[in-house]
């Protein structure tokens, strides 16, 4: 308890940020990019951030954020600010957390800790002192302030003479950082002279700008090249920003990051933990939501970095990776263990609304689920969503009802639609979930069902230069790859992404990167961002 109330020292009254209400994700309209500067304000580290800080900080790979409160995602993402804050609980977790790792660090690996101060030749308080300007400093992402260092040193005096010397001083000054707000929270406020007018733009600090820049594309806190050219005054401009983030995007870590903002956009990050009915399903197993999830993780990685790494290659791309039970599935042979390169048939696998993984997501426990596929595509992929079903809308025949076991899964869903109740949201809806009933609940093609052909038709309404007609999945993705709707909405999603906020209502996101197209690389958009004034600039309210 006395570690926690000992937070309150630490927190900066400046750092308040109430998020409002997420506004309704309508269709880019009139407002400028001056609308899309975010509020000063402070985002809590995600619990996939909190795991790779303290990796990066103390070379612990023990995830301790994976027993944390899973965390919220009202931007669409887990870096939401306006979503993650912190509840009763997680104050546990934090604490129990920072005991555990201060303890490790200390017992296993104390040396890292000073930044290459030797106590046995320095002495205790020099080492002290290293610890302030390296460990805490990196960990608070830029240098401490004279009081902050000051009460850090007060903290370990008194646990030092008290609790059993310099080993155990060290370890509660590590404790207490760990559960500062300082370390789980990211500042985004400016420097402490800013401007104070409501409404006033103020320019961050290069530390907060590598912070924000280090997140976004590695998911943890600068590493050392980028620390030492902020310290070094190199860090200051839109060419250094560029040159960092280029350097960044060679790192494993922009693999692993903007992997899974891939996965989050496309909630594929829910394969790994797939249930499906065993009776419909017997194939379908743990070890297949494995192989499934590895495959995602791999075609991401391909997309991201591999040819022109496009939007189009994401959406359109017939090369993927199988094991023996992916390969098995898509009906094509795999030599060798483990995951392996394949090519897919191109007229029924092009790109990710086609992969197992992405399938069996987005479909029923006991059935394909047209409804949620179509209802998933609009809203996330197309950033049209339909409107919400009234409250009152009795279901579809479940799929052991006697009445429709002879009978397609699309003909099960037509005939609970065929009322003018449903019938007008559903046209949209059905359109494109219908297209993807040439495959199953866990992504196995089919030709048939229940004895009677499948029907794989579809239509598009209402989205502009994409409507029409097509048959099967892979002509629907075709029709997308092609199309200013497909590049608008991942612009929309990155973006949000990118400033762990929904966009303003009516917000102009083309004047970001008006060149921006589905042939452009996935992460020419994050660039473009990174090289915008939404991206240094906070507003003050």
């Not at 560029?242 to 870590?253: H, I």
Request: aromatic share 8%.
């Amino acid at each position: 308890m006395r570690k926690i109330l000992a937070l309150g020292v630490f927190v900066t009254s400046a750092a308040c940020y109430s998020g409002g209400p997420l506004e309704s994700p309508d269709p880019p309209a009139t407002k400028s990019s001056a609308s899309l500067v975010s509020p000063r304000r402070i985002r809590r580290l995600s619990n996939r951030e909190y795991d790779n800080v303290v990796r990066d900080l103390l070379g612990d790979t023990t995830s301790p954020a994976r027993k944390f409160v899973v965390d919220t995602y009202q931007n669409g993402y887990d870096n939401g600010s306006a979503g993650l804050a912190v509840q009763s609980d997680q104050v546990v977790d934090y604490q129990s957390a920072a005991e555990a790792l201060a303890a490790n660090a200390v017992a296993n690996d104390m040396g890292r800790l000073f930044g290459g101060c030797d106590v046995a030749s320095q002495g205790e308080d020099a080492c002290v002192e290293a610890f302030l300007t390296t460990t805490a400093a990196r960990a608070w992402r830029r240098p401490l302030t004279t009081t902050e260092a000051a009460r850090l040193r007060d903290v370990y005096r008194l646990d030092s003479q008290t609790s059993g010397g310099f080993a155990r001083g060290v370890r509660t000054m590590l404790e207490v950082i760990l559960q500062s707000p300082q370390f789980l929270y990211r500042e985004e406020l400016g420097a402490r002279d800013a401007a104070t007018k409501p409404g006033a733009m103020v320019r961050l600090t290069d530390y907060e700008i590598s912070s924000e820049l280090s997140f976004l594309l590695t998911g943890s806190m600068p590493d050392d090249a980028l620390w030492t050219a902020v310290a070094n005054g190199q860090f200051t401009s839109v060419d250094d920003y560029q040159r960092e983030a280029t350097r960044l995007l060679a790192a494993p870590g922009a693999r692993e990051t903007l992997r899974a903002f891939l996965h989050e956009w496309l909630a594929t990050d829910r394969a790994l933990t797939l249930s499906k009915n065993a009776g419909l399903y017997p194939s379908f197993d743990a070890a297949m939501a494995t192989s499934m999830s590895a495959e995602l993780d791999r075609f991401y990685d391909d997309a991201l970095f591999a040819g022109d790494g496009s939007l189009r290659r994401l959406f359109t791309s017939n090369e993927s990776f199988a094991d023996e039970t992916l390969g098995r599935l898509y009906g094509i042979p795999v030599i060798g263990s483990g995951l392996q390169p394949v090519t897919l048939d191109p007229s029924l696998r092009k790109g990710i609304m086609t992969r197992a993984g992405f399938l069996a997501v987005h479909a029923a426990t006991d059935s394909s689920g047209p409804i949620a596929r179509g209802v998933f595509v609009l809203e996330t992929i197309l950033c049209a969503p339909p409107p919400r079903p009234p409250a009152n809308v009795p279901p579809a025949a479940p799929v052991g009802d006697p009445g429709v076991k002879n009978i397609t899964t699309r003909q099960r869903f037509e005939r609970h639609v065929s009322t003018p109740f449903c019938a007008g949201c559903h046209k949209q809806i059905d359109g494109v979930g219908f297209g993807f009933e040439q495959f199953d609940g866990i992504g196995a093609f089919r030709s048939t069902e229940n004895g009677q052909p499948v029907d794989t038709s579809g239509s598009l309404v209402g989205m502009g230069e994409i409507d029409g007609d097509y048959v099967g999945v892979a002509q629907l993705a075709d029709k997308l790859a092609g199309s200013r709707v497909l590049a608008d909405c991942y612009v929309r999603q990155a973006y949000r992404y990118a400033m762990g906020q929904i966009e303003p209502t009516g917000a102009d996101l083309r004047g970001l990167d008006a060149a921006f197209s589905t042939d452009a690389k996935l992460t020419d958009f994050l660039l473009a961002i990174i090289a915008h004034p939404i991206f240094v600039n906070r507003t003050f309210e």
